[in-house]
Nanobody, 129 residues
Framework: QVHLEESGGGSVQPGESLRLFCKYT?????MAWFRQAPGKEREAVAT??????????SSTHADSVKGRFNAYDTTLAVLLQMNSVQVEDAGMYFC???????????????????????WGQGTQVIVSS
């Protein structure tokens, strides 16, 4: 069983940075950050794929967070570094995990919520000026 626990959410102003943490009990080779704004579907914003236990491959949402968000695994937790936060980035952020056969299958473009077996409870991000 994989247990995921998010933390680090809070209130920030546009342009500021925020770092979210996802602590896990067991590493699964495809870890992802999803976000869900009120009234919207849950969408993947960043993923980290582990190959052979050593290499990391990360991907981010091409349109909404490219160049601003980055995800990486520190062995103890999967971090989501959010820079230049925008009002549109507000929402509940969830950490999720699944087994993916290839790095391509773990990319954001191929990550749908229904494919992930393990989820955390989420952490809230509020963006207001």
């Amino acid at each position: 069983q994989v247990h995921l626990e998010e933390s680090g959410g809070g209130s920030v102003q546009p342009g500021e940075s925020l770092r979210l943490f996802c602590k896990y009990t067991t590493r699964v080779n495809c870890m992802a950050w999803f976000r869900q704004a009120p009234g919207k579907e849950r969408e993947a914003v960043a993923t980290v794929y582990h190959h052979a236990g050593t290499k990391q491959y990360s991907s981010t949402h091409a349109d909404s967070v490219k160049g601003r968000f980055n995800a990486y695994d520190t062995t103890l937790a999967v971090l989501l570094q959010m820079n230049s936060v925008q009002v549109e980035d507000a929402g509940m952020y969830f950490c999720a995990a699944r087994t993916a056969e290839t790095s391509a299958l773990c990319e954001v473009a191929n990550s749908r919520p229904s494919e992930f077996s393990f989820w955390g409870q989420g952490t809230q991000v509020i963006v207001s000026s």
